[in-house]
């Protein structure tokens, strides 16, 4: 199972606190740091520091370490212009030696678009299928040649198709619970197909419609990587399990129910039953991003036991 970090930056973290968590995760041998990408905190709290962008964050990142890879989970299609967005990615991936993913979704929050003057349309799907095809068409277009396309919604027009990614391809990932369209733009254009904070028993289900969703087109499913992301609320004992969900303001049976929480032992377990759902792929999302000792249990406790 590979194990990777997931942050949600906009419920309040600096650059800094993302850096520290980035290098921790790195130190410790988990596989990548990933970030949402929003622009405003959910639910009550302290609104500060204010949100950070995700792309100029991990164009920051890429500079400050070497091998942990970098990534959104996920950036929105309504934020940027594909074609710039090709450009942004690009670039990171380059900052970083080719060590960039993008994970890229509809959007869905329409108070944050209102909040910082970001259209918001009703109907968001088609945008985003065209930005899927541009993103890997520039990518995908021989250095020399141009790339032009005739959407619905964007129009290029011989454009040079540059900056290239360092990777060939650059891993994208489409996530969703879909059963129809989802799995249709995964089998065609993901390296990785994700499933964010489902319910449990859906996981296998939608396994089966991406892998069918391969075959209908003569795409191997094992092309595919199968991940989920779930919230982290471990500990030694119950005592420091309490503590941490009382931290997040969650309630460790719910907590229980929905994501990995527990005993390392109880986090094992879970992550062996995803595992016979054919996930080979962790999102761990770490709420509180200060509590770096959390990151240090998981990696003694628990990753020796599902490498």
Same mark, same amino acid.
């Given at each position: 199972?590979?194990?990777?970090?997931?942050?949600?930056?906009?419920?309040?973290?600096?650059?800094?606190?993302?850096?520290?968590?980035?290098?921790?995760?790195?130190?410790?041998?988990?596989?990548?740091?990933?970030?949402?990408?929003?622009?405003?905190?959910?639910?009550?709290?302290?609104?500060?520091?204010?949100?950070?962008?995700?792309?100029?964050?991990?164009?920051?990142?890429?500079?400050?370490?070497?091998?942990?890879?970098?990534?959104?989970?996920?950036?929105?299609?309504?934020?940027?212009?594909?074609?710039?967005?090709?450009?942004?990615?690009?670039?990171?991936?380059?900052?970083?030696?080719?060590?960039?993913?993008?994970?890229?979704?509809?959007?869905?929050?329409?108070?944050?678009?209102?909040?910082?003057?970001?259209?918001?349309?009703?109907? =968001?799907?088609?945008?985003? #299928?065209?930005?899927?095809?541009?993103?890997? *068409?520039?990518? /995908? !277009? $021989?250095?020399?040649?141009?790339?032009?396309?005739?959407?619905?919604?964007?129009?290029?027009?011989?454009?040079?198709?540059?900056?290239?990614?360092?990777?060939?391809?650059?891993?994208?990932?489409i996530g969703g619970g879909g059963k129809r369209r989802t799995p249709r733009l995964a089998a065609r254009y993901a390296t990785e197909h994700n499933q964010s904070f489902p319910e449990k028993e859906a996981i296998a289900p939608q396994v089966r419609r991406v892998r069918a969703a391969c075959e209908e087109i003569g795409r191997d499913p094992e092309d595919l990587v199968y991940s989920v992301a779930l919230v982290l609320c471990a500990g030694a004992?119950?005592?420091?399990?309490?503590?941490?969900? =009382?931290?997040?303001?969650? #309630?460790?049976?719910?907590?229980?129910?929905? *994501?990995?929480? /527990? !005993? $390392?032992?109880?986090?094992?377990?879970?992550?062996?039953?995803?595992?016979?759902?054919?996930?080979?792929?962790?999102?761990?999302?770490?709420?509180?991003?200060?509590?770096?000792?959390?990151?240090?249990?998981?990696?003694?406790?628990?990753?020796?036991?599902?490498?």
């Open positions: 199972m590979d194990l990777r970090i997931f942050t949600e930056p906009q419920q309040g973290a600096s650059y800094d606190d993302q850096l520290a968590l980035a290098r921790r995760t790195e130190h410790l041998g988990f596989s990548a740091y990933f970030r949402s990408d929003h622009f405003m905190r959910m639910g009550d709290g302290d609104p500060l520091p204010g949100p950070t962008d995700s792309w100029v964050t991990l164009a920051g990142l890429a500079r400050e370490t070497s091998t942990v890879r970098l990534g959104t989970l996920v950036t929105s299609a309504t934020f940027r212009y594909p074609g710039m967005l090709a450009v942004q990615v690009a670039q990171v991936d380059a900052m970083s030696g080719g060590r960039v993913e993008l994970g890229l979704g509809t959007g869905w929050f329409g108070a944050e678009h209102a909040a910082y003057g970001v259209p918001f349309p009703e109907r =968001r799907f088609g945008p985003f #299928e065209e930005q899927l095809e541009i993103l890997t *068409g520039m990518w /995908g !277009t $021989p250095v020399g040649e141009r790339f032009s396309f005739a959407g619905e919604h964007y129009q290029l027009t011989d454009s040079p198709a540059l900056p290239k990614p360092v990777q060939d391809p650059l891993p994208l990932i004992d119950e005592a420091e399990v309490a503590r941490r969900a =009382r931290a997040i303001g969650r #309630e460790v049976p719910e907590l229980r129910e929905h *994501g990995l929480a /527990g !005993t $390392p032992a109880e986090i094992v377990d879970g992550l062996a039953s995803l595992a016979e759902q054919g996930i080979s792929r962790v999102y761990l999302q770490c709420l509180d991003i200060r509590d770096l000792d959390h990151l240090d249990l998981v990696a003694a406790e628990v990753m020796p036991h599902v490498r």
